[in-house]
């Protein structure tokens, strides 16, 4: 069954320190997310993705934020100068349409120093 | 502000006896709404979507049925086995697009033996 994948599992960084969360939605799928989970609170919606630009972003996808397609199957969240509150687990979501069920990565766990 | 409130925030239940998860919503316009399991570390799975229409859908032992009117909706695990421990966290859309969930704080569900 296909699945969303991202990578790395886990990153450590430094503060100020940019890092790329990276995803590879499912191959059919044309609406792309992410969110995040700070440890012990709820799902939280960043920004979502189609037809090459944003669609929608939420109050936490600032400047420091960017997302990227850059080829045919990878989905990018960029964080430019990590903050310490930037920790949490980052989730890419992908769904066929966008009324549709968006399934779930496994989450990258970011922790900043 | 779209809100989702779940409750109970947690409950331990033996195996094999079944339990009621319960959301309420102030969504509007409301498009669907969604239960997904999140083990521990992962992420979200989902269990069952229901638009306006719909009143009860269900996934196996996953019973979910919406109330649109008093908006509230109602997960039923029957049965519950070891492996149902998580969290089950009740998602609504409005009817602006699907761009924008709006997540509970989940349910979390330990099943003991």
């Known amino acids: 069954e296909p699945e969303v994948t991202q990578t790395p599992s886990h990153q450590v960084t430094q503060m100020g320190q940019e890092v790329i969360l990276r995803c590879v939605p499912i191959?059919?799928?044309?609406?792309f997310y992410w969110y995040r989970q700070i440890l012990g609170q709820k799902v939280e919606f960043l920004v979502s993705?189609?037809?090459?630009?944003?669609?929608?972003k939420s109050e936490i996808f600032d400047d420091q934020f960017s997302v990227e397609r850059p080829d045919g199957s990878n989905f990018t969240l960029k964080i430019r100068s990590t903050k310490l509150e930037d920790s949490a687990m980052y989730f890419c979501?992908?769904?066929?349409?966008?009324?549709?069920?968006?399934?779930f990565g496994p989450g990258t766990r970011l922790t900043v120093l | 502000k779209n809100q989702v409130e779940q409750s109970p925030q947690s409950l331990i239940i033996l195996e094999g006896k079944n339990c009621t998860l319960q959301c309420n919503y102030t969504v509007s316009p409301f498009s669907n709404l969604r239960w997904y399991k999140q083990d521990t570390g992962r992420g979200p799975v989902s269990l069952t979507i229901m638009t306006f229409s719909e009143n009860t859908k269900s996934n196996g032992r996953y019973t979910a049925t919406l109330d649109a009117d008093t908006k509230q909706s109602s997960l039923h695990i029957t049965a519950s086995q070891l492996s149902d421990s998580a969290s089950y966290i009740c998602?609504?859309?409005?009817?602006?697009?699907?761009?924008?969930?709006?997540f509970g704080k989940g349910n979390q569900v330990v099943v003991i033996p």
């Open positions: 998602v609504v859309s409005d009817a602006y697009g699907n761009n924008r969930l709006a």
């Open positions: 993705f189609y037809n090459n630009e944003i669609s929608e």
């Open positions: 979501a992908s769904a066929s349409e966008s009324t549709d069920t968006q399934y």
């Open positions: 191959s059919n799928h044309l609406y």
